[in-house]
Structure formats: C-alpha cells, structure tokens
C-alpha cells in the first residue's frame, strides 16, 4: 500500500512562494508517475502538475506554467511542488497522487489515472 503525506501549506499573500512537500513509502517514485491536484469547494479535484515515473517528463496545466515547478528527491523518498508568483486563484487544497500504471516518459492529466492520495494540505493566498 502507497502512502502519501503533503505538507507546506499555508497562508500567503498574493506574490509570495510556498513549496508544497509529498512524503511517499519508499520506493515509490521508481514505480509510479506522481502528480499533484488541487480542489476547491464545490469544484471537481483538478490536475495542477505531474512527473513521469522515468523522473524526465513533467506536465503542467496552463494556469500555473512558468509559476510552478514540480521535482523530486529520491534520496527522501519526496515529490515538491514550488509556487511562486503565488495569486489568490491558487487557493485550494492541493492532493499528491502516484499513478501505478503509467510508466516511463509519460504523464497522465486525469483524476482517474492516480491510484494512491494523500489527505490535502491547504493553500490560501491572500489578495
């Protein structure tokens, strides 16, 4: 069973950077693509970005291109996400996810492709 962790939310002023973390088990990042989605109330979960499980490949949606970046340390066994130019649209829980079936350089855009979640940490920013 894969487990995830995010952390690094908070509260921000618009402008501001946060970097989001995801703690997986070990090991997870050679198995699965990872992602991370965020949800609003009354809004369906959406994707944010993702990382291919070859570790080459990432994928944004176009609101946050060139404002975040998604990494990760294999050495930690953890998945980032840094954003910055933070703007109060961005404001949502945001979900870490691993993907078990999808392998080498792709990333899958869809809430239905990701396997495994973790519990959300919240982003608020602040206008």
């Known amino acids: 069973q894969v487990q995830l962790a995010e952390s690094g939310g908070g509260l921000v002023q618009a402008g501001d950077s946060l970097r989001l973390s995801c703690a997986t088990s070990?090991?997870?990042?050679?198995?699965?693509?990872m992602g991370w989605f965020r949800q609003t109330p009354g809004k369906e979960r959406e994707f944010v970005a993702g990382?291919?499980?070859?570790?080459?490949?990432?994928r944004y949606t176009e609101s946050v291109k060139g404002r975040f970046t998604i990494s990760r340390d294999t050495g930690k066994d953890t998945v980032y996400l840094q954003m910055n130019s933070l703007k109060p649209e961005d404001t949502a829980v945001y979900y870490c996810?691993?993907?078990?079936?999808?392998?080498?350089?792709?990333?899958?855009?869809?809430?239905?492709?990701?396997?495994?979640w973790g519990q959300g940490t919240q982003v608020t920013v602040s206008s």
């Open positions: 990382l291919s499980q070859s570790g080459v490949t990432t």
């Open positions: 070990e090991g997870t990042f050679s198995r699965y693509a």
């Open positions: 996810a691993a993907d078990r079936a999808t392998f080498g350089f792709v990333v899958k855009p869809s809430l239905s492709d990701y396997d495994y």
